[in-house]
């Protein structure tokens, strides 16, 4: 498979990085300013090199990347809110060419799930986006395969930052402007937390997957646009107003305290809630899990790295390993 990888962050640069040992090659890779073309195979580790020296990435504009030959686009470029841009656009170009496309970025499917499928229809491109909820967790997969008409709530912890800053609260006593403070110390945390510790990232990943649940209820792309959710549909709370105290209180009772996001038919709903300190949404750490409600299977559980390069872009080419051969 002949890979474009827009976006060179953490995501892209391990997607491009990695793509080999998967038996792809990339034949486009653009950050927001440069790209590096090759119909025979880019360079990847000669690209980075030059970027990571203050150079640009290639010498083709970002736009080359898109215009390349590819079979599939991966677009890891970074998740923005509304209008989903300029991610939905570049989903929009590989789709008018009938190119396929694996997103890393949330944005098209949180905000704009209806306007993708109707793309998706009229394309002779397939969309896959495991790699928008949970890193390396296989949770679209996992509704997709059970059916996600036969699932009637998913549920977790979906925010690796949000969890440390709980976790090492919990078992330290620590507050949450000491404990912020380390978590960015180690990088677990952006300078600006506020996607985080305030749930957006949690609830973008709930609304994906409450619209593959709703999509199942619907029986066309009009139906779908009455129906799919985005962010402002969400309840979303934070973590930044939870004192020490709370957790203490929690652990006499035998429970502590995580950011839990929860997708149904009925709507998406993020916020700490209080679980049993041996449950297992008690996850530590930066480690995210994912509770699927199912009809026939009972509860299920998939716990894993939520964040990452490499998690991510296992997420990534796992979903490129279920497009259809090109040579087929």
């Known amino acids: 498979m002949r890979l474009a990888v827009l976006g060179a962050g953490a995501v892209g640069r391990a997607v491009a990085d990695l793509a080999p040992s998967y038996g792809h090659a990339v034949t486009?890779?653009?950050?927001?300013s440069s790209a590096v073309v090759d119909p025979g195979g880019v360079d990847v580790g000669a690209a980075l090199a030059r970027k990571d020296a203050g150079d640009p990435l290639g010498e083709s504009d970002p736009g080359d990347a898109l215009a390349a030959e590819y079979d599939a686009l991966v677009e890891a470029t970074p998740t923005t809110l509304g209008d989903a841009e300029p991610g939905f656009?570049?989903?929009?170009t590989a789709l008018e060419r009938d190119r396929h496309v694996v997103l890393a970025n949330k944005g098209p499917v949180a905000e704009r799930f209806a306007d993708l499928r109707a793309l998706e229809a009229d394309s002779a491109g397939d969309v896959y986006f495991e790699a928008t909820?949970?890193?390396?967790?296989?949770?679209?997969?996992t509704v997709a395969d059970l059916g996600p008409e036969r699932v009637s709530a998913v549920r977790g912890v979906?925010?690796?930052t949000a969890n440390f800053v709980l976790s090492r609260m919990a078992a330290e006593g620590l507050d949450y402007d000491h404990v912020l403070a380390e978590a960015q110390d180690l990088g677990v945390a952006e300078a600006d937390p506020s996607f985080d510790?305030?749930?957006?990232?949690a609830a973008l990943k709930c609304v994906i997957l409450a619209n593959l649940l709703r999509e199942a209820d619907c029986g066309s792309i009009e139906e779908l646009r009455e129906r799919a959710l985005t962010l402002s549909d969400a309840a979303v709370e934070g973590i930044r107003d939870i004192p020490g105290s709370a957790l203490d209180l929690a652990a006499e009772d035998g429970r502590t305290v995580r950011l839990v996001g929860e997708?149904?038919?009925?709507?998406?709903?993020?916020?700490?809630r209080l679980v049993p300190e041996n449950g297992t949404l008690a996850v530590s750490g930066t480690r995210n899990i994912v509770e699927i409600e199912?009809?026939?299977a009972g509860g299920l559980a998939v716990s894993g790295r939520g964040a990452g390069g490499e998690e991510t872009?296992?997420?990534?080419?796992?979903?490129?390993g279920r497009l259809p051969d090109p040579e087929r």
């Not at 656009?89 to 929009?92: E, F, K, V, Y």
């Open 89 to 92: 656009s570049h989903l929009r």
């Open 313 to 320: 872009a296992s997420a990534v080419l796992a979903d490129v």
């Open 133 to 141: 909820v949970g890193g390396a967790i296989p949770a679209c997969a």
């Open 28 to 32: 486009a890779l653009a950050d927001s």
């Open 294 to 296: 199912t009809e026939h």
């Open 197 to 201: 510790v305030e749930g957006t990232d």
């Open 158 to 160: 979906l925010n690796g």
């Open 263 to 272: 997708a149904t038919r009925d709507g998406v709903r993020v916020g700490p």
